[in-house]
């Protein structure tokens, strides 16, 4: 997918707030990534409804659509550029930290509804990936020093980014992680 089609976080959080349904576009990310990550079985217009959110008329289809089709192409990404939606990195470290944590219990979320709620089956490094997102997705972060915490930030990020392809990696070897654009 190109990045001039790619849905930012910006955008995608628009849209969820003139909807008004109650999540953030970290949070929703992370919920269709773990889905997708854990072999959920959704196609690019029936994935919101997979996710147990009310998907009524007012939803905007087509964005709803390519957020799917942009997340189930970064795990077909031979150059794995797989990325968690984050604000961008001119926003301040406390969003896009705060993001980070929605983006992981989304994370969870999204893998636990698509059937992979454990870490039974999964490699050592595998396992503590998932003990780990969930130690982030508890976190609340504090800052002391606007450098050093930047670059925490960023290691967090790629370590999630990392992980996310991990986990798919394995569970896709175990049969429960493969992802169809529909």
């Known amino acids: 997918m190109s990045a001039s089609s790619a849905i930012t976080h910006a955008h995608l959080g628009e849209v969820l707030a003139n909807l008004r349904v109650g999540v953030g576009a970290s949070d929703l990310h992370g919920s269709l990534t773990g889905y997708l990550c854990g072999g959920g079985p959704a196609g690019a217009h029936g994935w919101l409804a997979a996710l147990q959110l009310e998907a009524d008329a007012d939803v905007p289809q087509v964005d709803m659509a390519r957020l799917y089709e942009q997340c189930a192409a970064w795990f077909d990404d031979p150059e794995l550029r797989f990325e968690p939606l984050l604000p961008a990195a001119n926003s301040t470290l406390d969003a ?3 993001a980070l944590v929605e983006w992981c219990r989304g994370f969870l979320g999204g893998l636990g509804l698509a059937g ?5 089956g999964l490699s050592a490094d ?6 780990d997102f969930a130690g982030i997705a508890a ?4 800052y ?3 450098e050093e915490d930047e670059n925490a930030l960023t290691e967090v ?3 999630i980014r990392v992980g996310v392809l991990l986990l798919h990696a394995e569970l896709t070897a175990a049969g429960l992680g493969s992802v169809t654009v529909h």
């Not at 595998?126 to 003990?131: I, S, T």
């Open 157 to 159: 990020i790629e370590f």
């Open 126 to 131: 595998a396992a503590e990936v998932l003990h």
């Open 144 to 146: 002391a020093d606007a």
């Open 96 to 98: 896009r930290a705060d």
């Open 139 to 142: 976190a609340h972060f504090e």
């Open 116 to 120: 992979t709620a454990s870490a039974a």
